[in-house]
């Protein structure tokens, strides 16, 4: 069994400027656009077998004997070029999680695996 663990790139920068900004309206639509995106990708998990553990705020965590980090970043970024996500793949959620820094600490919107070391999916 493989975990990923998929999260919004820089959705905290997008909520903080519509507070720098003062700008109510686009703090709502940060958060419209955030809900739907994550809905959208849930249902898509669920509709390719995989087991949802979580999904919430700009993140979902599920799990599958096989996650196709490819076909999962291409659904993704055929939804909209605003709103972007990385994907960490591990054999538990602590190794997601790690693989899922590990591709945040190289570029954003991209997957990254860890299995004994780092293998990152552009």
Partial sequence: MKFAYID???IGLK???SFMNNDEISLGKVNDDVKSIVEQITRYLTEND???IFSGADGIIC???DIEIRDILGFIRSLNSYLEFSIGVGTCLRDSYLALRYAKANGKNMGAVFMKRFELVK
């Fill in 8 to 10: 919004g790139d820089d």
């Fill in 15 to 17: 909520i903080e400027r």
């Fill in 50 to 52: 995989y087991k949802i």
């Fill in 63 to 65: 799990k599958n004997d």
